[in-house]
Structures are given as structure tokens and as C-alpha cells.
């Protein structure tokens, strides 16, 4: 692993432990094993790591949520491809979910809920479109695509947030249960 990967490795285990303010550039540079200058030649400085973290984690789950999100006029479908896309990412990227639902949930004027904030909205947008082409075939739906969209990534965001605790395992058992209570409400 390169020095740089090792930084956001490190940043990621750090920040998710405790949060994006308590850890310091030069502690960051210490469990690396690298010195600041080397971490300031990558990233300019923490807020530049953070995004750098941020941009590189979040293009692959965002990329996995745009093709799980193509719609094929076949909702509960698509709908378990999303969920099963999240669960998955989720559990094989477990300290970064953690970190950026913490981040997620930061004050909102803190940099880190600034810089985690437009790949959150990145995603709602993705889920909201979704609906928004789905009420073209269920036309009930029509005008909820925003409440459909909040209340699907808050279920599965809850879920995610439950297995990180140790409350929950996301295996198939509570995909099912996750879709099926979520189409319950929206096709009534």
C-alpha cells in the first residue's frame, strides 16, 4: 500500500472512531507512519484529505447506487438491487458507512457535514429520479417521489446503522423485510 493509501486508510479508521474533529494532522500523520509534510504533499491539509477521502469512497458507492437505480419498469426489482447495493457496500466498507453517517449527522455547519453533505444529496437525487420514473407506471405515486425517497434511505440507513451496533445482520432475510415493508406503504 502507498503512502497515500495508507492516509485515507487511516483517516477513515480515525475519523469513524472519533469523528472528523477529534483527530489531528498530526496524529493522522503518525498512525500512517508518514510525516506531515508527506500528508500535506498529498492533500494540501485535513480538510483537503477529507475531501480527497470523501470523493474517492463515495464515487464507487454512488456509481453502484446510479446503476441500481436504472429503472426497468419493474419497481420491487429495482428496489431490492438498491437495497441489496446498499447492504452490500455497507458491509464491506463498515468504518466508512460508519464514518459518513456520523458525518451525516454532524452540525450542519461543521466541514465535515459540508463535505459529506452534497454526496448524500447525490444519492437522495438518484433515488428520488428513480420514483419519479416509477410514477409513470403507478400513478398513485405520482408527487411522492420526494417523501418515497427520504423515507426509503432513512429505512435503509437505519438498517445499516443497526448492523453497525450488532443489532441486525444484512443478509437476504432482512432485504426482504426492508423492500416488502417499504412497497407495502407506497403501493396502498
Known sequence: ?????????????????????????????????????????????????????????FSRINNLVKEATRYNHDLPFTLNRLVATYFNFARNNRIFYRMQLAMAFAP???????????????????????????????????????????????MINTYIALSLRGDRELNDELLYQAVHQFMHGIYS
Open 1 to 57: 500500500m502507498d503512502n497515500r493509501a495508507r492516509i485515507i486508510e487511516v483517516a477513515v479508521k480515525l475519523f469513524a472512531s472519533r469523528g472528523y474533529d477529534g483527530v489531528g494532522v498530526k496524529e493522522l500523520a503518525e498512525e500512517a507512519g508518514v510525516t506531515k509534510p508527506t500528508l500535506y504533499h498529498y492533500f494540501g491539509n485535513k480538510k483537503g484529505l477529507l475531501e480527497e477521502l470523501l470523493a474517492e469512497k
Open 108 to 154: 450542519v455547519d461543521s466541514e465535515s457535514n459540508k463535505a459529506v453533505s452534497k454526496y448524500i444529496k447525490e444519492q437522495y437525487e438518484m433515488v428520488e429520479d428513480l420514483f419519479i420514473q416509477a410514477a409513470e407506471d403507478h400513478g398513485n405515486m405520482k408527487g411522492r417521489h420526494q417523501a418515497y425517497a427520504a423515507t426509503l434511505l432513512g
